[in-house]
């Protein structure tokens, strides 16, 4: 009996351990959203002038956002800056920076 718990014990901790690989970290997120994108879109991705609000949006939209514009997809009138912007984005970059985004507040 004692050695069925503990198995039971270490698949829980392994798969608490596993969790984070799969879907975005909003940490590192935010740390990289500081450093690439808020020159633009502002604290907390409130937007700023002609630069658009990209916080509080789903995961899914920002991330089909990113993926066309890596992809060179022009989709409003400045889309060149953000083609360029996103060209440079891992797979991974992007579900940390639309994790963070989803929920960003200032
Ligand atoms: C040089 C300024 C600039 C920087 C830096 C920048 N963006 Fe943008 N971003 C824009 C502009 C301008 C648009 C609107 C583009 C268009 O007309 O299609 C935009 C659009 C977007 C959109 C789509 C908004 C919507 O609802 O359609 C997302 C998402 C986005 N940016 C995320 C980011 C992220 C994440 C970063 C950092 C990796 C970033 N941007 C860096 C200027 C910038």
Redesign the pocket.
């Known amino acids: 009996m004692q050695r069925v718990y503990l198995i039971n014990f270490l698949i829980v901790l392994f798969v608490a351990f596993c969790l984070p690989a799969f879907g975005g970290n909003a940490k590192i997120g935010e740390m990289?959203?500081k450093m690439?994108?808020k020159?633009?879109?502002g604290p907390a991705?409130m937007g700023m002038a002609?630069?658009?609000?990209?916080s509080g949006?789903d995961v899914e939209?920002?991330k089909d956002?990113?993926k066309k514009?890596r992809a060179g997809e022009?989709?409003?009138?400045?889309?060149a800056?953000?083609i360029?912007?996103?060209k440079s984005?891992s797979d991974k970059?992007i579900e940390n920076?639309a994790a963070y985004?989803e929920k960003a507040k200032r």
């Open positions: 990289k959203f690439n994108c020159q633009c879109h991705g002609s630069f658009p609000k990209v949006k939209y920002t956002r990113l514009y022009e989709i409003g009138p400045n889309s800056l953000m360029m912007i996103a984005l970059d920076l985004l």
